[in-house]
């Protein structure tokens, strides 16, 4: 791992932006209190606006056009609301199918919530304005792996292949689960095993039909390619500075599609990874410093890598380098307990 991020002075002004960051609050045990602005400062860093829905444990966040939807963790739900600029208007709410939904995916008037607590998905129909929510369908799911933490399924994130194709991890049973859809439900029709104790945790759709998948448990990155209905590894890899313990988050990919970037928890890291000029491979490179405690999840915009760290209560903002590799911009912007960011413009 490289040394502690130096801060750096701007040199390009960066487009101006405005965020929603949600965090985990008192019935996650941590301290957030709901969602709220982050904008950006010239030099690409953000800042901390005002709060714009009190809610419980907004984990994961959607911002879909006019509409923002969000998980609430600890209670079990998606929440649905109206978005005029940065206002947002009293929530709707439905069951997330499951215990715990840490991540949605949204796919017109169609949304897959992944509770990790339970395993389960749940399907949900977006209504149109006021918004609402209705709970379709719930899918069990089975399965477990070696690790402790892989007692049973844990479905952590989603992604549409296209209108008739779903692809879900699940971190407990290390596997890519392929459903077909229709109408507001889904069926498995495929499973992918990962390697045992992978964990597979998050999934970045790239172009070529491309999918890079990472690993909590594992500290690694595979890359799939979908081809003739089939899911084909093309590449795997171990997070550069990753160490046994440590629990990799979320993946970020840079603009130019050269380099990609990983969280490393517990050690506190942002692994850094080259790409391939045809996207099927990748390569480590080295890691930095997330200059805080717990990279929760990390996003890349305008050249910009944002970084939540979640109980350091933080965002840190890396401006890249020509060689990729991630310089702090400024002092971390405290946010409590922040574990997503969601750009809305």
């Keep these: 791992m490289t040394g502690t991020n130096e801060i750096t002075p701007n040199v390009t002004p960066v487009p101006a932006s405005t965020w929603l960051v949600g965090g985990w609050g008192a019935d996650m045990e941590c301290e ?6 982050l904008r950006s400062r010239p030099d690409g860093s953000l800042e901390l606006a005002q709060r714009v829905a009190e809610v419980p444990s907004a984990s994961f966040i959607v911002v879909d056009g006019d509409r923002v939807y969000s998980t609430l963790e ?4 998606v929440a649905a609301f109206d978005r005029d600029g940065e206002t947002l208007s009293t929530p709707t709410f439905t069951a997330s199918g ?3 939904p840490c991540h949605i995916a949204v796919h017109g008037s169609t949304i897959i919530a992944a509770n990790y607590g339970s395993g389960t998905l749940g399907v949900i129909e977006a209504s149109a304005k006021p918004t609402a929510l209705d709970t379709r369908q719930v899918v069990e799911t089975v399965g477990l792996g070696p690790r402790p933490q892989q007692e049973g399924p844990h479905a952590h994130s989603s992604v549409f292949v296209d209108d008739s194709t779903l692809f879900t991890l699940d971190l407990g049973a290390d596997l890519i689960r392929v459903f077909s859809y229709v109408d507001f439900a889904i069926e498995q029709i495929a499973e992918v095993a990962t390697p045992a104790g992978f ?7 790239r172009p070529g039909n491309l999918f890079y998948v990472l690993g909590e448990h594992g500290c690694g990155l ?8 089939a899911l084909q590894q093309l590449c795997s890899i171990a997070l550069p500075g990753a ?3 440590d629990q990799a988050s979320a ?3 840079s603009a130019d599609g050269r380099f990609a970037y990983a969280g490393v928890r517990h050690s506190n890291q942002i692994a850094v990874m080259t790409i391939a000029d045809d996207g099927r491979s990748v390569a480590p490179l080295t890691s930095v410093s997330c200059e805080g405690n717990w990279p929760r999840h990390i996003i890349m915009s305008d050249g910009i890598l944002h970084v939540c760290n979640q109980y350091s209560h933080e965002v840190a903002s890396f ?13 971390p912007t405290r946010v409590l307990s922040p574990t997503y960011l969601a750009r809305i413009v």
């Design 199 to 205: 964990g597979p945790r998050d999934i970045v759709a």
């Design 74 to 77: 600890g209670s079990g739900q």
């Design 98 to 100: 499951g215990q715990y």
């Design 251 to 253: 993946i970020a990919i």
């Design 319 to 331: 401006r890249i380098d020509p060689n990729g590799i991630p310089q702090l911009i400024a002092p």
């Design 32 to 37: 957030s209190e709901g969602i709220s602005v």
């Design 222 to 229: 595979l890359v799939f390619e979908w081809k003739n209905r």
């Design 243 to 245: 160490v046994e313990g």
